[in-house]
């Protein structure tokens, strides 16, 4: 993509080599990076990636002989370093959409720690293929045929199936931890909120004559807007009416997921500031969902790591829901935005669905 003053948007991998996005690395020098897959397909998955700017293998040319073979050179000192040098390793590039390439910077997957089965397989006499023998190896080799590829339509699908259901660490938001993120507290005027789906993000200024600085004093365990709350009530106002706080200072917190409830999912939509992310399908979005949320469907998160590094902002909290229960999709997106730095991320565990009852 060029924009308009000529400069070329940067690839994810230029990203990584430039420390604009985190990863982790196994090997750098001056022509080649390698890191570690985020999402692995085997034991062993790295990316070698060349730092030279090439968009896939079918752009090689002989001027890049050196550069390619420093490739392959790298790859086996990572195949010594990691014990798969003489178990064997695999080393594969794609090229092109068909292929499954989805970044155009040209790197190679050294794959390894298991047995990655035979890429191909040639065809038995008829002599074998009559004998039981043979059939049953025929009927062997069409039900591993059958599962390979069932695994590499699973894989290339967007919306693939976990063969093995991922456990996710759910820890909750404290009370006291809940108190570090939220600054002043102000009263919101009745025009400044909108129930339901209309519930403003936060990020509005307000003059002096819309807010009244309110100072409640916690004497007990209860967040400051479960305080705040029976304060309005005992002063006669609105009960709908929802604390808004002043902006605090965003302080990073990489890789620190948290599990919050509807209350503390309010407080901080109306701290602000906040990225809000639905993590449900975009069939579901369309149908209805929270104002300003951002769809990133959990199931595609992987696909589109590319987007969500170019849209998501790194300067504020990111909130995610999905339909409630498990939350799932919102641990799927969580676990993506943490990989590459993101932090904090509250992820609403009553969800959609909890949030339409209100």
């Known amino acids: 993509m060029v924009f308009s003053e000529g400069t070329v948007e940067k690839t994810l991998f ?3 080599i430039d420390r604009d996005i985190g990863s982790t690395i196994e090997y750098e020098d001056d022509e080649v990076i390698a890191i570690r897959d985020i999402a692995p397909s085997a034991p062993l998955h790295l990316l070698i990636i060349t730092k030279r700017v090439i968009p896939s293998a079918h752009h090689i040319t002989l001027q890049d002989s050196a550069l390619i073979g420093k490739v392959f050179s790298v790859a086996q000192q990572l195949a010594e370093k990691f014990g798969v040098a003489e178990s064997g390793y695999r080393i594969v590039t794609n090229v092109n959409s068909d292929a499954g390439q989805t970044i155009y910077h040209l790197h190679f997957h050294l794959l390894g720690g298991e047995p990655l089965g035979r890429m191909n397989s040639s065809a038995m006499g008829h002599s074998q293929a009559s004998s039981p023998r043979g059939t049953l190896r025929d009927a062997g080799l069409m039900l591993l045929a059958a599962i390979g590829l069932a695994t590499g339509f699973n894989m290339m699908n967007p ?17 006291d931890e809940m108190a570090k993120y939220m600054g002043t507290t102000k009263q919101t005027t009745a025009d400044e909120v909108v129930p339901g789906n209309d519930l403003k993000s936060g990020n509005a200024d307000k003059s002096d004559n819309q807010t009244k600085d309110l100072t409640p004093k916690i004497e007990d365990r209860r967040t400051k807007t479960a305080v705040l709350a029976d304060e309005l009530q005992e ?22 997921v948290k ?4 209350q503390q999912f309010v407080a901080f939509m109306n701290a602000g500031p906040y990225y809000l992310i639905d993590a449900r399908t975009p069939e579901a979005y369309a149908k209805g969902h929270i104002k300003n949320a951002n769809n990133i469907y959990g199931a595609e998160a992987e696909s589109r790591i590319p987007d969500i590094l170019e849209d998501v902002p790194r300067d504020r909290i990111i ?12 641990h799927h997106v969580a676990d993506v935005l943490k990989n590459f730095g993101y932090g904090p991320i509250f992820i609403f565990k009553g969800g959609w669905a909890e949030w339409q009852a209100r």
Do not use: H
């Open 14 to 16: 230029q990203k990584i």
């Open 159 to 175: 919306r693939k199936i976990d063969w093995v259901k991922k456990e996710y660490e759910r820890v909750a938001m404290s009370d």
């Open 235 to 256: 002063n006669g106002k609105d009960a709908n009416t929802v604390e808004r706080r002043e902006t605090v200072k965003f302080v990073p917190e990489p890789g620190v």
């Open 259 to 262: 599990e919050i409830n509807k």
């Open 319 to 330: 909130l995610v829901y999905c339909d409630g229960g498990e939350c799932e999709l919102s």
